[in-house]
């Protein structure tokens, strides 16, 4: 045993993931799992995980929270629209939108924060079928074509990125 237990999320790789009452189950039992992994209380305590066949009109796809999945709070309900067409991706859009349910409502749209969870992701589904595949679409999302032939690690994430002082420095001080 390690002094700092990963979460159990055998459920995505075992679980059969072909209707809304089972995904709600599956994410039901990841934050079940990361609440205890964290020893944090969620955020949004009620949601409801939907399938959906077309592509809503998104806020920006330019953000991967928003790319094959829609995230939103309406009321005290954390909505997680899972596009049918993106089915193959729908373990690691559960557990980031799990992480997602524990960050304050006025941060979930934060470029910083979702590259954060999507690290935590990357690192929690490491030897997950398509996680070389989820690793290229996430990098396709928060790298632009200048800053391509870096390395992709978070520290250089940060150092290259200008927006993250004024952003910061805005919205927490």
Known sequence: MSLVDTPNLDILKSAVI????????IFLKLINE?????N???????????????IENLETDAELLNYGVLRFVKGDILY??????FKKYYPFFLLLSAY???VPDILKNSTLVNFALNQFVEIDLQGFELIDEWKLLSRQKYISYSQEKALFRFDKFLENCTWADNYISKDFH
Do not use: G, H, P, R
């Open 80 to 85: 997680i629209k899972l596009y049918k067409s």
């Open 100 to 102: 997602t349910a524990f």
């Open 34 to 38: 990361l609440t205890t992994y964290l």
């Open 18 to 25: 072909d209707n809304e009452i089972s995904l709600n189950k």
């Open 40 to 54: 944090l209380d969620v955020i949004n305590k009620n949601y409801k995980v939907q399938c959906v066949a077309e």
